[in-house]
Every structure is written in C-alpha cells, then in structure tokens.
C-alpha cells in the first residue's frame, strides 16, 4: 500500500466552491394591494443548492428549461458541510463479478416500507447518474482496469459502495457547481421558499403554479418578499435537522416538510429516521462512522468528578466481543433495534445514550487500544472475530495503536478533525448519539413527482427511502429522481396558459403579510428562540431513537397544542431580517407534530422497533442482555412483519392530519419488455405517462 502524499490528502478535504454566478434579476414589478414585489418567471424553479438541487438545475438546463435556482445560503446545508470518515456512494457496483439491478433494488429495500419500483428506478438509474458525475469531473477510485474500487457500507451485504473520502458530497457539489456556473443558470441567494402558488388546470385540477420568496433584498418592499412564476416547482430543501437538539446536521438545515403539509401535499414514512454516533454540533458536526471505528478506538466517559468508565465492559461478554462490535459500526452505523439484542453492535449505541443520561460526557481515544472487560484476557489484534480480524489484515492495518492503524486505512479523516483544530493523535474525541437522516418526507412517483401537480421532490426532503437504507443510496437517490424529474419535466411537463400574476398571488401575499405584520406589533409574543426550544427538547427526549410506548402519546399531543396555539398567540419578531425564521419555525412547528402524530398512531397500532427507534415497552417481548445479565428497563416491541409491507402517509387538511397505511407499489413487471416493442414509447413519450 503506497503512502498519500499530503498534498492529495490536503486536496480531497480542503475542498473550495466557485463563485462568480449569474445573478438573476427580475423579469418584471407587480403592484399588488399598494406593495411593490419583483416577479421571476421560469419553466423550472429548483429551491435548494445541494447535490440533489443543483443537478436537477443543471439537467432541466441541459433540456432546454428555464431555470431559476433560488437558495437560502449557497455554500451551506449537507451536501457541502457533511460526511464522514468515507463518504459513500452507493451503486450498481462495476468491479469484481459486476451487479445485478434486480438484486440491488431487492438490497435498496431490503428495511421495509419502501416502494418497490423506486428501489428498481434507483438501482438502474445508478450507473448512468453516476457516469455524469464522473463527466463532470467527480474523481472516482479506480483500478487500472478502469473498476470503481468498492467496500462494504451499512446495510450492504454486497459491497457496492464507492467514496472519494470524507467530503465526496462536497466534491459533487463542487462539480456540479462548477457547471451551473458554466451553463449560466441564474441564481437568487438569500431566499428562503414560504409559499406555493397555484392554480387550476384546464381539466380543472389544482396544480403548482411558482412560490413566494422572503429574500435578502428590501429594494421592493419592506419584507423582501418576491414572486416567481413557474409551472414546475422542484423542492430540493434537504433534512429538517433543525428539528432535534441533538443532531449532527450542519446548522440551518430546515427543509420543507412543514410548508408541504401547509400545501396540502402528502407526506410518508415520517418515522424513518438515521441515528447515529458523532461529534456534537456545538464542536464539529460528523458522522464517526467506517474506519473511526473500524480501528477500534478505546470508548470510555468521563463523569463529573472526572472518572473514566470503561462502560462498555457493562454490555458485552468479552473484550473480543466488546471490540469486534465497535469495528462493526462501521458498517453497521446507524442505529437498529434489532441489533441491540445477542450482544450486538447497536447495544453500544443504548450504552452511549444511557451514560448521555447519567450527565457523563463520552470519547472515543485513538491512542488506546479499548480497556479489557474485567476477568477477561487484554484486547489483541489476534483475538479479534474472524471477520474483522481479516477487514484489517486485507487493508494492512494491524499496527499496535488505533491511530496507527487510522493513519494506515485513512489519512484523511485525522485531517478532517486538524482542519477543525481536533488533533486525533494528541486527544481523545468526545462524541454522541445524534439525528443524521430522514428517510421518510414528501411522497413522490417514480419521476419524483409529488401529490401536487408540477411540484417535485428530490433529495432528502424526499420520502423515497424505507425503514432503512444503504450508507451513500441517499446521495445515489438525489442524483437519480434529479435526472428523472428533468426528463419528466422537458418532455411531459404542463404547457398550459399561467394565470396572471394578480391572480396567483394576491389571496397568499394577504396571508403572509397578515402574519408578518402580527408577528412585528406584538411585542408580548413567543420569541423564535423559545419555540425552537421547545420543539427540539420534545423531538430529542420523544421521538429520538429511544422512544417510551406511555410517553410518545403526551408528547404528540403537546406538539399539537403548540401548533393550535400558533392560530391566537402571535409569534414576535423584531425586525423584517426575521421574516424568513418566522415561517420557518411555523412550518417546523407543523412538521414536529406531524412525526409525533404518526410515531403515535404507528405505536397504537401495534409497530414495534426497527431503524430509526427502539419502542421501550414493558409488555415488549424483546429483552436486552448484558454481561451482568437482562436489562428490564429496554424491554421492547419488536417490528410486526406485516408493516414492512406497508408504508404510512399523512395529509394536513382544515387544521387536522389524515393518516393512512398504505400498500408499498409493486417492482415493475419486467417480462414484456423488447426493444422493438417498446422502442415507441419512448418516441413518443408513452413511458412518462402512468400505466
């Protein structure tokens, strides 16, 4: 194995954005009720400047669309200011005996809940997405046969995934960026979506029509609020990582789910969420996922007096046991219920929570090899399971010391933590359990189309995924519904007459600057600040990953109050530059109680623990072990197998949430199709229509 020159590592984490974008201006000035807004018109409006965003900008651009590209910080959210030790693509996988896309949409959905033909429009869509990435410049491994090197992710028993190391979404958005730049896609910075426009369709049926914008720019009106016309809207507003106080999103990562269900827009699989260890984000925000464990670090907290507990010696059997299961978060990294029983590797995830409990603070030491548990032989690279002793012998890792051995399999994740003034070879690493991933949010079609005409979703905001996901089949996911919604949109898109812009905006602007202007002269109001409070504590202590069946119920009903209260008690702000935090904590409120009303109904109903939580339940049939025998007090339900086959929506309509359970769609039958046969229905555009 030859050593990295500093200079490649130093490239590939040191990653710097373009700038010099075309800066859209305004295709006209409309004055509505004595105010003055600037109005954009385009085919196309992308909110969001994410990998996901900017390549359904750059596809739609590519096919002839007009695009705008409005986004509240360019440089900003999880594509640009995430990752890991390995940031992970995932898909079909071109090296070794090559991949089967049957076989890869079967693993894509392999958690449960998710719709069947998006798992196989995700598996194909892979390679060629993928290719265009790598067109663009986006520097893959490679063997010198011209493979994409490969290695085993979470929820991958295939090792299809891919990585150009701890900022691969970084890298793509810099290529992608790099041909907005290029195409001269126009962009509206310091805009923050707050509405949808819409209208009625010949056939009479209601549809997307643009949005209303609260911008940086006050030069029309006092509340910088803009207009912009547009038949498709596309919704690329990542994560709602605000939501949790405990996360390990960048900061000010919203994204939209609250302002869908404004919309009247159909949500699913709510619940679904990642948790998962890693730097809190009051330090530096990151997933301590592959090889930070995969070198097995020694774990242990520190309490208020200052005693370090080597905690984990609680849990497992044997230091054997102890270290094979740290490695194996690298692979196994998210949190799932079922592997916190037979002494698995999510157990270390409950014991890292319960010292978070204890008021302990808890770190990761890379210049210890992990305390034996007591009465059992010292840790040793030879008494380790077979198959992590043969991970680290495969990628000649077998030095004395973690750090030894992080420096051998991965350089670039000690200079990750430099950048960030942590010194990884001088001090241990305080971590903890966090929010990282939704998988659930808007529902949409296989062309990622939501359940409103002419607005897509695409990224994270998407609810595309199940109970569970590989590591990288959400940046995979992103780049193919980003390609599909284009294609969709240049060759099926709506061509009708817009109405005129009166029309369109003059009912919502009353709304808005109804709530605005209630928002700026009540000064006894809830500040923003305190809201945020009280829906991060009750979204981290309710609907974290450990959940209690008697207390989700409280906690749903408190979420809904809050939001009923928002009707007659004003929020208060005191200037305009809070205009865009005032509807986005509104829509954050709604969203809060949306996950706890559904978390609640899926618990009423019987669901049990699977990803994203753990339902503690004292009537639960699944007991917990430790060294020191049953845990009592981690009594839960395990999943009900019919759920898998099922997902779960929600609807908000005249101030109440319909909640359904619906059948997954099926994988596409796949036995009719000939080139000869179908050959025309892609000429004609037959295959964007649903069968």
Known sequence: MNQVDNAILDALTHVAFPKGFVQAEPSSVVTIDNVTYPVWRADALVVGSGAAGLRAAVELQRRQQNVLLATAGLY????????????????????????????????????????????????????????GLQYLGLELPEDRYGAILRYQTDHDEAGRATSC??????????????????????????????????????????????????????????????????????????????????????HKCFGSLGLALEEGITLANLTESQFGIGTPRSAFPWNLSGTYVQVIPYIYSVDSEGNEHNFLADYYRTTQELASNIFRKGYQWPF????????????????????????????????????????????????????????????????????????????????????????????????????QHMNGGIEVDIWGQTSLPGCFAVGEVAGTHG?????????????????????????????????????????????????IHQALHHASGRSLVSLREEIQARMSDYAGFI???????????????????????????????????????????????AILTMLEEYVAAGGGSRGARIILDPQGDCLPLTRHG????????????????????????????????????????????????????FLCGEIYHKQ
């Open 467 to 515: 109970v569970t996901r590989p590591g990288g089949a959400a940046l995979n996911a992103g780049q193919v519904f980003a390609v599909r919604l284009a294609r969709y949109i240049a060759e099926a898109g709506w061509r009708g007459e817009s109405d005129a812009v009166e029309a369109l905006a003059t009912g919502p602007l009353k709304q808005i600057n109804a709530v």
């Open 165 to 250: 190391g701890p900022r691969t979404s970084r890298l793509m958005v810099k290529v992608l960026l790099d041909e907005v730049k290029r195409l001269g896609i126009p962009l509206l910075t310091s805009a923050t979506l707050i509405k949808l426009l819409h209208q009625r369709d010949e056939t009479g049926i209601d549809r997307v029509a643009g949005a209303i914008l609260a911008t940086g720019s006050r030069a029309w009106n006092p509340s910088g609020l803009a207009i912009v016309t547009a038949p498709n809207v596309v919704l690329a507003t990542g994560g709602p990582g605000e939501l949790y106080r405990d996360s390990v999103y960048p």
């Open 547 to 593: 959940c209690h069946v008697d207390t989700i119920r409280p906690a749903a009903q408190a979420a809904r109050q809050l939001l009923a209260s928002l009707a007659h008690d004003a929020l208060a702000i005191q200037h305009q530059a809070e205009i865009p935090g005032l509807f986005i904590w509104r829509q954050l409120t709604l969203a809060s109680a």
């Open 336 to 435: 799932h219920a079922t592997r916190v029983m037979d002494f698995g590797s999510s157990l270390l995830d409950m014991a890292v929570a319960h010292e978070q409990q204890l008021g302990r603070k808890v770190y990761m030491d890379f210049l210890r090899n992990p305390q034996p548990v007591p009465g059992d032989v010292p840790f040793s690279l030879e008494r380790l399971d077979e198959d992590v002793r043969a991970y680290l012998a495969n990628n000649d890792a077998l030095a004395a010391l973690p750090i030894e051995r992080l420096q051998r399999m991965n350089p670039l994740s000690i200079s990750l933590y430099n950048m960030h003034g942590h010194d990884l070879t001088q001090a241990p690493l305080q971590f903890a359990m966090n929010n």
């Open 630 to 681: 049953p845990l009592a007090q981690w009594r839960f339900r395990p999943e009900q197998q019919a759920d898998k086959k099922t997902k779960l929506t929600i609807q908000y309509r005249e101030n109440k949430f319909i909640f359904q359970q619906q059948p997954l769609r099926k994988s596409p039958d796949l036995k009719g199709n000939y080139f000869e046969k179908n050959w025309p229905d």
């Open 76 to 131: 900003m959210g999880t594509s640009a200011c995430s990752g890991s030790d390995k940031q992970t693509l995932f898909t079909a996988a071109t090296a070794g005996t090559g991949d089967n896309f049957i076989a890869l949409a079967e693993a894509l959905a392999s958690g449960g809940a998710m719709d069947l033909d998006t798992a196989y429009v995700e598996a194909v869509g892979s390679l060629h997405t993928l290719g």
